[in-house]
């Protein structure tokens, strides 16, 4: 017996060591193909003045795109088993929203653009009756009649309190709801909180993009500010009112998109049939004219950095395949309402179902180089490998710094996380929103020359091996229990 235990003993210990001695030299590898140097000169050639901050639609994008393509290839890295080529086409239109209109209600009018905006649709100078539909569901068109009237609803529905959500996806079925109870316009009161008027209003007066479909225009539809308007309660409690539109419709120009695919075949025969998708989007916000002598917002920390973390990942797993495959995924129009990874997940490459886990990296800078930042931690059980990547490198793993702030759901991962699968958004540290991130968020100065490259380089490698481990890891990546995209993963994959 004490030999059998003392041969037990040794065999662990020996199984211990050639792992940690495995391990060790994956670190060093890391460190030896992971560097400032390369990093950089992705950086700055994808965040240059020549890019002109990378917008949708714009050449400079196709440049980026073409870029990307390029270090796939020059790494021997092939695009996704059964796609035509490294690219996956989709089609977005660019709305041109009026400048000018008016809503009525009763004798009330209310100032365009100050209380009521063009959501979308067709123009329509209307006068007649509108009728307070509740939040505009099924059963509330059901009950109250439209036919010939304008529609009158509240945004989102009892259960919402997402106002992107209510805005981006309610609102397009409301529309063709009420078109098909035969009203001649929608109007949808703001009464969710948590996107301020100002906001709405300066994003609704701008060029946007949506993904193209091919149905027929949709009716008439206006955005109403939430107000204490004696006209807007008493048809809240009436139910009717006699009111009046003018507007013209939106204008509509379709924009070619792309999203950029590759792929890295796993080295287990069983592993490799599942799918691990790393994902950043390469677009920022172009060039806008504004107070400073710099009209280019290069976008280095958003997204380039995240941009080169994919290429990174890319050329250090092509030369040491883990045991899952691996999905390298460029998206589009992340800064348009995260659109490319929108089309992505509607229109998989890999089905959903073999896909187990999204490692998405995005954010709009950093402020503390002792970190590196997960949105979230404790939601997904990848959370002890990525500790122990971050460990590897001398920095530590921080969670979400504004919870309340809906991080999760506002970049790509979050289209993952509504099929069911397991995802989170990995970026350099973030201790708070403060005037050092906001000094470049979104802003002229983030170019490559205000980086810190020796924590950039750290990040990188943290990232790379993160996933490394990741993609080896023998148990299934999982929603941790009680998340509240736990159900959607159990939908998908029956378990």
């Known amino acids: 017996m004490t030999l059998t235990r003392t041969a037990l003993f040794l065999t662990a210990f020996m199984l211990t060591s050639l792992a940690t001695i495995g391990q060790k030299k994956i670190v060093q590898a890391?460190?030896?193909?992971?560097?400032?140097?390369?990093?950089?000169?992705?950086?700055?050639?994808?965040?240059?003045?020549?890019?002109?901050?990378?917008?949708?639609?714009?050449?400079?994008?196709?440049?980026?795109?073409?870029?990307?393509?390029?270090?796939?290839r020059s790494n021997g890295i092939g695009h996704v088993p059964g796609a035509s080529g490294y690219f996956q086409e989709f089609s977005l239109e660019k709305i041109v929203p009026p400048a000018t209109g008016s809503f009525s209600i009763g004798a009330e009018?209310?100032?365009?653009?100050?209380?009521?905006?063009?959501?979308?649709?067709?123009?329509?100078?209307?006068?007649?009756?509108?009728?307070?539909?509740?939040?505009?569901?099924?059963?509330?068109f059901d009950t109250y009649d439209v036919r010939g009237k304008i529609a009158l609803a509240l945004v989102g529905s009892p259960e919402s309190t997402k106002p992107v959500r209510a805005l981006v996806k309610d609102s397009p079925e409301k529309n063709k709801l009420a078109a098909a109870h035969g009203a001649v316009a929608l109007v949808e009161v703001m009464t969710i909180p948590g996107i301020p008027w100002p906001v709405l209003m300066n994003y609704l007066?701008?060029?946007?993009?949506?993904?193209?479909?091919?149905?027929?225009?949709?009716?008439?539809?206006?955005?109403?500010?939430?107000?204490?308007?004696?006209?807007?309660?008493?048809?809240?409690?009436?139910?009717?009112?006699?009111?009046?539109?003018?507007?013209?419709?939106?204008?509509?120009?379709?924009?070619?998109?792309?999203?950029?695919?590759?792929?890295?075949?796993?080295?287990?025969?069983?592993?490799?049939?599942?799918w691990v998708v790393i994902s950043a989007h390469y677009d920022h916000v172009g060039v806008k004219k504004n107070a400073s002598g710099d009209?280019?917002?290069?976008?280095?920390r958003d997204n380039a950095i995240g941009a080169v973390a994919l290429l990174e990942a890319a050329r250090f797993l092509k030369q040491h395949p883990p045991k899952r495959?691996?999905?390298?995924?460029?998206?589009?129009?992340?800064?348009?309402?995260?659109?490319?990874?929108?089309?992505?997940?509607?229109?998989?490459?890999?089905?959903?179902?073999?896909?187990?886990?999204?490692?998405?990296?995005?954010?709009?800078?950093?402020?503390?180089?002792?970190?590196?930042?997960?949105?979230?931690?404790?939601?997904?059980t990848t959370?002890?490998?990525?500790?122990e990547a971050c460990k590897a490198f001398g920095l530590t793993l921080g969670g979400d710094p504004a919870p309340q702030q809906n991080l999760f759901d506002r970049s790509d991962n979050a289209n993952f996380a509504i099929k069911g699968v397991p995802a989170l958004n990995i970026s350099p540290g973030v201790k708070a929103?403060?005037?050092?991130?906001?000094?470049?968020?979104?802003?002229?100065?983030?170019?490559?020359?205000?980086?810190?490259?020796?924590?950039?380089?750290?990040?990188?490698?943290?990232?790379?091996?993160?996933?490394?481990?990741?993609?080896?890891?023998?148990?299934?990546?999982?929603?941790?229990?009680?998340?509240?995209?736990?159900?959607?993963?159990?939908?998908?994959?029956?378990?």
């Open 205 to 274: 007066s701008a060029d946007r993009f949506v993904v193209k479909n091919n149905e027929e225009a949709s009716l008439p539809h206006l955005l109403l500010r939430n107000s204490e308007s004696a006209s807007l309660k008493a048809l809240l409690e009436s139910r009717h009112a006699k009111a009046a539109l003018d507007v013209k419709g939106t204008a509509l120009k379709t924009v070619k998109a792309k999203n950029i695919a590759a792929a890295i075949k796993g080295s287990d025969a069983t592993l490799s049939q599942q």
């Open 325 to 380: 495959s691996v999905l390298l995924l460029a998206v589009t129009a992340e800064e348009k309402g995260l659109l490319g990874s929108d089309w992505y997940a509607n229109h998989p490459l890999i089905p959903l179902k073999q896909t187990v886990f999204n490692y998405n990296c995005d954010g709009g800078g950093y402020n503390d180089k002792s970190i590196v930042t997960i949105i979230d931690v404790n939601r997904t």
């Open 433 to 495: 929103f403060d005037e050092e991130l906001l000094k470049y968020y979104h802003q002229p100065p983030d170019e490559v020359g205000s980086l810190d490259m020796v924590y950039l380089e750290k990040f990188y490698r943290i990232f790379v091996y993160g996933i490394y481990k990741i993609a080896n890891e023998s148990a299934l990546p999982r929603w941790v229990k009680g998340d509240k995209y736990e159900e959607a993963g159990k939908a998908l994959y029956g378990r």
């Open 30 to 72: 890391v460190t030896r193909t992971v560097t400032a140097q390369d990093a950089e000169a992705h950086l700055t050639f994808l965040a240059s003045d020549e890019m002109r901050g990378r917008d949708t639609g714009s050449p400079e994008l196709d440049i980026a795109a073409n870029y990307i393509v390029a270090q796939f």
């Open 109 to 140: 009018s209310f100032p365009w653009k100050n209380e009521v905006l063009a959501l979308n649709g067709v123009g329509a100078s209307l006068q007649g009756d509108i009728v307070f539909v509740g939040y505009g569901l099924p059963k509330d």
């Open 295 to 300: 009209s280019i917002y290069n976008g280095a």
């Open 383 to 387: 959370d002890e490998q990525l500790r």
